[in-house]
């Protein structure tokens, strides 16, 4: 009984350290990346789109997104609803949303057809791949 009671306490022993070593490693790759204080610069503005034959607007100033009606805040006292830019991709795009949330909007300042527009991407599921929709200056 002893013996057993040995192997258990040294089996504890054993996961709590190799659990605590996975943990311990480094910076993983989103605690690298810049977290914005303000919308950057080429970001800013109202810009329109057509997702899926539906208009849809947003609009983005210093520190609030407005998409569809509704405005975030980088200001808001309430953590879960605060906007954030969380971060700029290898690729290039910015990386908007709640600061709490696991599902940002990526951005991309790019020109397309000679405009200045902000290119983005959604999964389409039928077609099994991304999709890329550009917001147009209004």
Known sequence: ?????KRWLMLGIVALTVLVGLNWGGQTA???MKTYRAVPTALRGSWYTTHW???SYLKLTKYTETQTGSTLSMKTKNADYRFCVKG?????YYMLGLASGDMPQ???PVKHHGKKALKTYAFDPIKNKNIHFYYYKR
């Open 30 to 32: 989103n605690a690298k």
């Open 1 to 5: 009984m002893k013996k057993q009671m």
């Open 53 to 55: 034959g539906k208009p």
């Open 88 to 92: 700029k991709t290898k690729a290039g």
């Open 106 to 108: 990526r951005l991309k």
